[in-house]
């Protein structure tokens, strides 16, 4: 049975990743109604930001100073644009096939009745 606020977490090296300055985050993968909503506010830039704070649950950006930065969606819109980029299409493409799967449940249950 499936859990409420169960994970699937995944570490992905980022664009901007090097040897002398490495750069990972994790994403949790697992797609929820709230998420699907908040999809549809993508292409307006805020969903972006804020899908991405609520699914990341670490970063390794840092302040000028070296400190950790929290994963807010104010600081996600700050982060490199290839970063930002890479994670967006990995989100993106994990919500719309969790729909098409979802749309394919609602045709086969349909044409059971």
Not at 30 to 44: I, L, Q
Not at 71 to 88: G, H, W, Y
């Amino acid at each position: 049975m499936p859990k409420l606020s169960e994970q699937e977490l995944k570490e992905f090296e980022l664009p901007t990743h090097t040897a002398e300055e490495p750069s990972k985050a994790t994403l949790n993968l697992r797609v929820t109604g709230d998420n699907v909503f908040a999809a549809k506010e993508m292409s307006e830039g805020g969903g972006t930001f804020y899908l991405l704070a609520h699914h990341m649950t670490r970063w390794d950006y840092t302040d000028a100073n070296g400190m950790a930065v929290p994963i807010t969606p104010e600081n996600v819109a700050k982060m490199d644009l290839r970063d930002l980029q890479f994670l967006s299409a990995i989100l993106r493409a994990r919500i719309e096939q969790a729909l098409e799967n979802a749309a394919q449940a609602v045709s086969l249950d349909e044409k059971k009745s």
